[in-house]
């Protein structure tokens, strides 16, 4: 989803790793990609980032971000 | 589309004797007095100051193309005398409170009833007039408005922030926080509420260059995308200064009349852009000396400075 939402077209999706950073090194995310991940959760998993405080822990890897929509989405 | 790079480096205007001097007499005796000093200051910046010549050179140049070096060194110095009006006014919003200005605003019903649809509404706000004058009046809107706002960049000159105590009115967002402030910004939008963006620096988001006055200048595509991306109204805030305390607000709803999700978001951002960059000529077309952008506009790399 995050590649073909986010348009990444130089990125394999199969040679991403659980733990690649997704701004900066690893994805090579930046601002204003970040909006588009807002947006994204909301929309497809109804999932918020509430803060920069939980935004800089969900976005930290491909791994955060998956638990943090498994954790949001258990929540009632 | 490239990245601007580095965020914008601050000066210092005066430095805090100067700004406490003016601060003084606009408490103790009023603005008039404060314009009158002004009168005494601004030929030496303009005479003695070669950096403060340059650092208005590339938009004088740019603006008057049919001026020799002559009128342009007096046109120099009506430049920096309206910029010094607009810092006194800005201190007078903070020490004597909004209620002192006359603000004329045509366009206050429709910016509020777009305010009232809560889809989200940037205002792309620019270094142009007195853009604290266009947000005093933004308490009025109904909604929560937040600043995306390099606080700690305007040291002495943050008048109106400061010392009017406004800050509970906005909620600021510093651009230079984590990803840009762009979560927060989001989500605001996506709650209905409003931000207020600067259209004409980046802090080191990402730029596209568009022609204005006769050149390509880089400007900072965030307010689009965010516009794009979020379904939010964008509206391009300008003022001008019309006489002691005075001044006219101008919006235009540059998202009107179109569905931007429906054509490809690259095309989106270069058309939004290119109107905002339209409202800004037309704007400087009319009030010349009211750009206080005091810097190589047109640069490659900007070398930024912020009133």
């Known amino acids: 989803m995050l590649v073909k939402e986010l348009k990444l077209e130089d990125v394999d999706p199969a040679e991403i790793q659980d733990d690649d950073p997704l701004f900066g090194d690893g994805l090579g995310l930046d601002s204003l990609d970040a909006v588009e991940l807002v947006v994204l959760l909301q929309k497809h998993y109804q ?5 920069m405080d939980e935004g800089r822990a969900a976005f930290a890897s491909i791994k955060s971000l998956a638990d943090h929509v498994r954790k949001h989405r258990e929540e009632p | 589309m490239a990245d601007s790079g580095e965020a914008p480096k601050s000066p210092n205007y005066g430095g805090k004797l100067g700004y406490g001097i003016f601060q003084w007499i606009i408490r103790i005796l009023g603005v008039t007095p404060a314009y009158l000093l002004l009168l005494l200051v601004v030929p030496y910046y303009a005479l003695v100051r070669a950096s403060a010549r340059r ?147 980046s802090w080191g988001a990402r730029t596209a260059r568009a022609d204005f006055l006769g050149a390509p200048a880089a400007f900072p595509i965030t307010p689009y995308h965010l516009a794009v991306s979020t379904g939010a109204d964008l509206v391009v805030l300008l003022t001008a200064r019309t006489g002691k305390l005075s001044y006219t607000l101008q919006s235009v709803a540059i998202t009107e009349g179109r569905d931007w999700s429906a054509i490809p978001r690259e095309e989106a951002i270069a058309e939004l852009l290119d109107r905002y960059v339209q409202c800004l000529e037309k704007h400087v077309d009319a009030h010349p000396f009211m750009w206080f952008n005091f810097f190589d506009f047109w640069a490659e790399e900007k070398e930024t400075s912020e009133p």
């Open chain 1, 47 to 51: 999932v918020e980032i509430k803060d």
């Open chain 2, 55 to 201: 650092s208005a050179a590339p938009y004088l140049r740019r603006r008057f193309p049919e001026y020799g070096a002559c009128r342009r060194f007096l046109a120099a110095i009506e430049h920096f005398y309206r910029f010094g009006q607009t810092l006194i006014d800005q201190g007078a919003m903070g020490i004597l409170g909004p209620e002192a200005f006359r603000i004329e605003f045509p366009g206050e019903k429709g910016l509020y009833d777009l305010a009232q649809k809560r889809k989200g509404l940037i205002l792309l706000t620019s270094h142009v007039g007195n853009w604290q004058t266009a947000m005093a009046d933004m308490g009025r809107l109904g909604v929560p408005v937040h600043f995306q706002f390099r606080l700690e960049e305007h040291t002495e000159g943050r008048h109106f922030f400061d010392l009017a105590r406004r800050q509970g009115e906005f909620r600021i967002i510093p651009p230079n926080g984590f990803l840009g402030g762009m979560v927060e910004t989001t989500n605001a939008l996506r709650a209905g509420e409003c931000v207020a963006i600067m259209g004409d620096r």
